[in-house]
């Protein structure tokens, strides 16, 4: 299927991408190599080896949880890799990733518990995970676009230097804007990349570079955060992945504040972002299997200036 037969992907391909990424802070990724159904606990083998009250408990936490498979080429009766990535408080652009290796699926509980939900927080028994993540959704059972578009990015880096850290995941939100990317530990969220696209991605990522094209967002960003950003970066060209060094908004200014660290002339910036938000019907569902009628936040740059203490 071509990217313009996908009824959803090439219907609302004009819809904003920016501030569309999910709310995420803590992630843990499962690799599971049975078959995926809709849901990436229930509906997995991992079902058998997990209890409701640990699903509960993790996402009371704020810790989403995925499903993954790694390099198809590596021995399918190898360890089974765990990953815990903590993209920050709101704000922030420290984050952190862990990561161990267990025999079975019947021992992620035991190696899952008392996870660390603060900031720089160690994780016992666990390896810091120094190299990115990248994370292409290709379930099919959420929405057929994330299986249309999905899978040709993994096929286009197979033989690429970057094979060993991009995963296959379950469903990471936004089907319409499949193929869907996330690079952890920050949860940075891209979305429509193409196959050819998807090594320079990578790259800009290894120089601390957004690709802001198809930037969706970074998970730890409130949606007017994300809006400020990209507005802030869009209008300055600021790809920088550390350059935004804060996001807040000011009620009494009635703006959003962004911190800009040592852009271009080793002055740090500080800028005033006034946004309006409109609620936008969608002219096709927001999903291929979604209901008639919905709508969604969109934001336009109302002004920019240089924000006065």
Not at 218 to 233: C, H, K, P, Q
Not at 235 to 261: Q, R, S
């Amino acid at each position: 299927m071509g990217r313009f037969e996908c009824s959803v992907a090439s219907r609302v391909r004009d819809e904003q991408l920016f501030a569309t990424a999910a709310p995420v802070r803590r992630w843990l990724t499962i690799e599971v190599r049975g078959a995926w159904g809709r849901d990436c606990v229930r509906d997995t083998e991992l079902s058998e080896h997990v209890t409701p009250q640990w699903r509960q408990d993790l996402q009371s936490q704020g810790i989403r949880i995925l499903a993954v498979r790694r390099n198809l080429d590596r021995d399918a009766n190898g360890a089974i890799r765990l990953l815990y990535a903590n993209s920050g408080r709101p704000g922030a652009l420290h984050a952190d990733a862990w990561c161990t290796d267990i025999a079975q699926l019947a021992d992620v509980m035991a190696a899952t518990d008392r996870l660390p939900i603060g900031d720089g927080e160690a994780l016992p028994r666990w390896q810091p995970e120094s190299q990115p993540i990248a994370l292409i959704c290709t379930i099919g059972r959420h929405d057929s676009c994330c299986a249309t578009f999905g899978p040709p990015l993994m096929r286009a880096l197979r033989e690429s230097q970057w094979i060993d850290q991009a995963w296959e995941c379950s469903h990471v939100g936004g089907d319409r804007f499949a193929a869907n990317v996330v690079i952890l530990p920050e949860g940075l969220y891209y979305g429509r990349v193409d196959p050819d696209a998807i090594e320079t991605l990578l790259q800009l990522h290894d120089d601390r570079r957004l690709q802001l094209d198809n930037y969706r967002g970074r998970s730890t960003f409130s949606l007017g955060d994300r809006a400020a950003e990209y507005f802030v970066r869009r209008e300055h060209g600021i790809d920088g992945i550390d350059a935004v060094t804060d996001v807040a908004f000011d009620a009494e200014l009635g703006a959003y504040v962004v911190d800009v660290g040592n852009h271009t002339d080793n002055m740090a910036q500080r800028l005033a972002v006034s946004l309006r938000r409109t609620i936008s019907p969608s002219p096709t569902p927001l999903t291929c299997k979604g209901l008639d009628g919905l709508s969604y936040p969109t934001y336009r740059l109302l002004e920019l200036r240089a924000f006065e203490h």
